[in-house]
């Protein structure tokens, strides 16, 4: 199985920077997706970004233009390169793995880490 674990949130300003980092360990070799997704005070969890083994990437709108997902393979390691941060980017975020097209007809993930908190100050 895959083990994830986040760090590098914190507090940060509106229109500040941070990076995001998730390292996993286990069986990770066979990786083709990788994601991250937040969870603000009282939302849904969601997807903020993908990262494929290709490089290939899928933002959510909101924060296109701002975030940056990318990964590093052999060191099995995924990074959300946060800038122009906003009050609505306050969640914990997740990393996620191990990608899967679910049968209520989705792509869903089975292994997740324990979340990092992001906060942005109004």
């Known amino acids: 199985q895959v083990q994830l674990v986040e760090s590098g949130g914190g507090l940060v300003q509106p229109g500040g920077s941070l990076r995001l980092s998730c390292v996993a360990s286990?069986?990770?070799?066979?990786?083709?997706?990788m994601g991250w997704y937040r969870q603000a005070p009282g939302k849904q969890r969601e997807l903020v970004a993908e990262?494929?083994?290709?490089?290939?990437?899928i933002y959510a709108n909101s924060v296109k233009g701002r975030f940056i997902i990318s990964r590093d393979n052999a060191k099995s390691t995924v990074y959300l390169q946060m800038d122009s941060l906003k009050s609505d980017d306050t969640g914990v975020y997740y990393c996620?793995?191990?990608?899967?097209?679910?049968?209520?007809?989705?792509?869903?993930?089975?292994?997740w880490g324990q979340g990092t908190q992001v906060t942005v100050s109004s």
């Open positions: 996620a793995t191990n990608r899967f097209w679910s049968l209520s007809g989705t792509y869903e993930y089975r292994s």
């Open positions: 286990g069986i990770v070799f066979s990786i083709n997706a």
């Open positions: 990262v494929f083994r290709d490089g290939s990437t």
